[in-house]
Structures are given as C-alpha cells and as structure tokens.
C-alpha cells in the first residue's frame, strides 16, 4: 500500500473536513475508518464527533490556538514597511521593527504575516535601465510604428549573441530533502573566472533564416564588414525584395566606415532607438538556442565542441513548411513545387519522413529513413546523410534553415 503524505503539523481542520467526519459517523463508519477515509488521527475523529454529539458544534471555540504576537494593526504596518522597500527581506524587515516599536519579531513570524495578506516573496523581474530620454525615443519609436502591418514581413532582425561553455539559467532546480544541501548530486558547479564561449551572429526574416557566423574575439567596424556583412548579410538582404535592415546601435555597427558601406550597397536601414535589445524579436532565437545548449547532456570541454553542438544538424527544424524549400545550384522546379504541395499535408508529410530521426547523437549511425507511395503500397527508401556540394554549397535543393536537412535528404532518396 503506498505510503501516504504527512500533513504539517498544527493544521487546522476545515469546515468540510468536520461535517465529512460527522457524516461519516453517522453513516456507521468506525473512527478507524473514519481516520483512514480523511487522513486524520482518530483522536481528532473522536474529538470532533465528542464536540458534535455534547455541544450540537462543529466550530472552534474563539480564541483557541496559539495567539498571535501581532494585532491587526500591527500586520497593517508590517504591509507598509514591506510595499515600502519591496527587497528588504524578513530579517531586514525584523531589525526596522524592533527598532520603530521596541518590540521583537522573528523573521518567521513576519514571514508568515505578509503570506497572510498576500505578501510572497517571489524573483524580480530584471530589465535593462533606462533614462527618460531612453522611454521617450523607445515610445516615439513605437508611435511612428504602430501602423506598420505587411511591412514588417520585409525587415531582417540581426543580433549578436554569446553562448558559455558552462551556462545555466537561474531555472535549474534540485529535489533534495532536508540536510541535503552539500551531496554532491545537489551542487551545480560554478566558475569564478571569466567563462570561454562562442560569440554568434545571425538575422532572421518573416519566412527565412541567415546562416549563423561565428565570431571569434572582439568585433571592430573593419571585421564586422569583412566577415558578416560582406559573406552574409548582403546577399541576404539582397535575395528579399524589398528588404529593410535591423540592428542595434552598437559601436561597430555605427561607424562611419560601416555607414557607408550601407550607402554603397543601397542597404535600408530601420532607425532603432537605444538600449532596446528587448524589442527585437531575434532575441527569443537566442532563448531558444541557449535552452537547448543546457538541455543537452553531453560535457561540453572547448569552445570549438559548443559551436558544433549550436550547428548540430536535424531533419526537422520547426515542423515542415512550403517556407522551407530553396532552390540549389541545379534547381528542379518540378520536384521543389512538389515538395511545396506536400508539405502543407502534415499528415502525409509524417509518413513520408519519419520524424524521430536524429542526425547527429550517440545513436546515430549515418542512415536515414523515408517512405514512399508506389505501385499501391507503401515502400522504405533508406540512404547515407552524404550530399553532393560546390563550393561548399548544396547543388540540389536545400532547406532555408542551415541545420534542417529534410529538403535535400528527400530528394536524394526519391531519386
């Protein structure tokens, strides 16, 4: 039989659990079971049902129980001094009392007092720190773009991110019990000097991806248009019409060499107003990205294992999407228009590309699966993960996100 949680002790009985023990009693029911059916001592079934049948009440009598240290009035000012200085924790809170009234209070106790009006000591909520002149330009902004619809489907979002070996959080939690606070399974290591890292950067649009660059040591104007804007951001921007740029207003970003490498390029800029990181919708790309790194099991011991495991490939990014098709070197317009058809059918799309294939990992072995409908049954194609490229460009089709490989995996396997 499982073993049943202990109640805390000193918890009071509610009204319903004594009008379920009276009824119980009254149904023939033993005080045994009665105990057993509302996980109560049977002294306290027996106390309740003595109270019931001598005095005709359920309720306690006034004033039973441990009394209170503090009034009402007290707990009021309590609520004040707390909304006053909302960090000041519960000892803090207990020295400024002694002090005001004279009178000692433990931490516990006013503790308990502001969890009884609703108090709950709980993580703030940080932010970046910002100026007046910070809110006007970021509210000005908002106002000059609040009536943009399709128009945002033409800006390219870009960031720079930094990703550490050893990263956590703040989610991570332990389960222990008391006076297990030292075992060594309830301890998360944490490095005192400065973490080794990898320094990406990457833009996203409405329907695709950029390529994810790395960035190794510092970012000046001169390597910012040598090794991102030139290789990458450029001939992005250059296959959406109409594209319109994003970026913060970093110093490398800002420089007049780079400002003019704009003009030169007839690259459209979007006015970003300062210290606003949190309005750029490639911020949550990074959340996302740093999740998975800390979910991932396996040690990682230098910067260049972390920048393989950030481009770790998959046959599945996000679902299957028409979005995701791009033509390659050699384009087949009759396979990709196809693949377009077929992909808005995510239930055929699941049988013809089993979805739980990983491409890289401990179990993977180089092969993968998919399924074809011919001749009136159902046929499995299996083939190596080797495709053919041209300056380290896929000849056939592609998908639009780097790591997704469903696109060309496909292809390889019908023919």
Partial sequence: ??????????????????????????????????????????STVMRVWKQWTDECRTTRKSGSGPRNVTSARDDRHLVRMARTDRTASSRQLAALWS???????????????????????????????????HRRLRLQWANQHRDWRADWQHVVFSDESRFNLWYHDGRIRVRRYAGERHL????????????????????????????????????????????????????????????????????????????????????????????????????????????????????????????????????????VSRHDIVQGVLADCWFLSSCAAVAQRPDLMEKVIPSNQPLSGEGYKGIVTFRFWRFGHWITVYIDDLLPTKKRKLIFSRSSEPREFWVSLLEKAYA
């Fill in 184 to 319: 060594p399974e309830c301890i998360i290591e944490r490095h005192s000097g400065r973490t080794p890292g990898v320094m990406v950067w990457g833009a996203i649009a409405y329907h695709r991806r950029s390529q994810l660059l790395r960035i190794v040591g510092n970012l000046n104007s001169n390597r910012y248009i040598r090794e991102v804007l030139q290789p990458e951001a450029v001939p992005f921007l250059q296959s959406l019409p109409g594209a319109v740029f994003q970026q913060d207003n970093a110093r490398p970003h800002t420089a007049r060499i780079v400002k003019s490498f704009f003009a030169a390029q007839q690259v459209q800029l979007l006015p970003w107003p300062a210290c606003s990181p949190d309005m750029s919708p490639i911020e949550h790309v990074w959340d996302v990205i740093g999740r998975r790194l800390a979910r991932d099991p396996r040690p990682v011991a230098s910067a260049d294992e972390l920048w393989e495991l950030t481009l770790r490939p998959e046959l599945l990014v996000d679902g």
């Fill in 1 to 42: 039989m499982p073993r049943r949680r202990k109640r805390a002790r000193f918890e009071q009985l509610t009204e319903f659990e004594r009008g379920r023990i009276i009824g119980l009693r009254e149904a023939g029911l033993s005080y045994r079971a009665v105990s057993s059916r509302v996980q109560r001592n049977s």
């Fill in 99 to 133: 002090i005001a009234t004279g009178v000692s209070l433990c931490a516990s106790s006013i503790r308990r007092r502001l969890l009884q009006c609703g108090l709950r000591a709980r993580t703030p909520l940080y932010r970046i720190p910002l100026t007046h002149d």
